[in-house]
């Protein structure tokens, strides 16, 4: 079993840069006639371990976030944990969830005067939610 450096150096040693994706194997559209004329240039995101900072893009990372601005919350009623009670009626803190930099993902359209792009999401379940994955966003 390789040694615990060995296995760092190695995480190390892989490419840190964009990755370009696997050519789709068949014709999507050929399979999937009624997507004709939808697509659209995407950004698959490939997230790896690592140590992010403020300055970076990141999933689940810290955010930039001004020092004099108030961290989000939730404050919808009746938000509570799968297969509890209510957490009511206090705020919960949102969480982040990405932050991303205009020039990580250049074929994304920011406003004009913006270069960051960043969502956080309350945690918990709401009651008009049909499927728990259902967050508030901000």
Known sequence: MPSWHTQQDAARAQPTGPRQPAPIPFDVEAVFPELAGTSREVTLLHPRAGQPGPGD????GPLLWPADEAWPTCAEPDHYKPLDAPVGPEPVTMVPVVQLYAQDVPGLAFPPGTDLLQILW????HEDDRYAANPRLH
């Not at 893009?57 to 689940?60: L, M, Q, R, V």
């Not at 309350?122 to 379940?125: F, I, K, Y």
């Open 57 to 60: 893009s990141s999933i689940g």
């Open 122 to 125: 309350c945690p918990l379940v």
